[in-house]
């Protein structure tokens, strides 16, 4: 079998339920996942997802109309299942008939899933941990995404080689997309072997030419190497701070001193503890977008997964989608000329 037939095979249960040519979704960045990106996956054969973040209902209504525009592909919708106005997001998607909407940020609420199951729409989960996958299933969530603490943005604390092996042996119902660290189609290939139905890829398509991504912050990208792509670091245990991964700068460096001064602001009887732990929060409030669309790379909130360092120019999403592709069918064509 030729190592395209071989590779169809192999992805052909994700690419059926994404109903795409490649099983290649891709990670919802806020500030970066919007239309003109989401439609260069989507149109290359992969599956673009919208990042909603923190929008109104009106808003994401706009976007979708746009992206609706740019491609007749396949895409989907993240939507944050912490924001206040969920269940309005779920009827806006409705209205255009998203076909895939993805929640993150949480365990979904079971209204929040039945109404998107209830409006024939597929419901696709972030699951952290074996028993929240079968949690999951039970509740006829209809695909996963096992992400590693290799991504970038908000993480968990598990490696994508850990969860792999966790999950994916033990979760047959459903189709499941690995996530963090992934750059090369090597890489993603040895997960589709283990039974992954496909993967999920954001740093990469950061840095692309269709991406609207200030240059600086392309650049900061191009220039940097997977060390560089660090978690924030927590001072204090009693001080909890989600761990956020991205390239380390004078931000971050800020980040460490301002949750010292904080704390020390509590001990001094200055402010009451939850005061600092709410302005601890809101330190990095608007850096993303800083960094994203403003360009302050060095002060803002440089987010980048691990793989950043397989970032070296700036592509285009479909340049991108055929060197994974390429790369996974080498290593095919590889194994077959080995035998």
Known sequence: MPPRQRLDVLWSRGTAFL???????????????????????????????????????????????????????PFGVNLITMHPQLMELIAVCQSHQVSHIVLAGGIPPGPAVKAIKDGSAKVVCFAPALVLAKRFVRTGVDALVIEGSEAGGHIGPVSLTVLAQEILPFIK????????????????????EMGASGAQLGTRFAATKES?????????????????????????????????RGLVNEGTKRFLAYQVEMIASVNAGERTKEEAQLQIEHFWAGALRRAVIDGDVENGSVMAGQSVGM??????????????????EAALEGRTASN
């Open 311 to 328: 970032v070296t120019s700036e592509q285009s999403v479909a340049e991108v989608i055929a060197e994974i592709v390429g790369q996974a």
């Open 212 to 244: 609207i991504a200030h240059p600086n912050f392309k650049k900061a990208f191009i220039s940097a190497n997977a060390r560089n792509a660090q978690p924030s670091v927590q001072v204090d245990e009693s001080f909890p701070v989600i761990p956020v």
């Open 19 to 73: 109903g795409t040519e490649y099983a290649i979704l891709g990670g919802a960045m806020s500030w970066v996942s919007e239309r003109n990106l989401v439609a260069a996956i989507s149109n290359a054969g992969g599956f673009g997802v919208i990042a909603c973040g923190s929008m109104p209902p009106a808003l994401l209504d706009a976007e979708i109309a746009a992206t609706k525009a740019l491609t007749s592909k």
């Open 173 to 192: 119902e459903i189709p499941i997309f690995v996530a963090g660290g992934l750059g090369r189609g090597e890489a993603i290939l040895s997960y589709l």
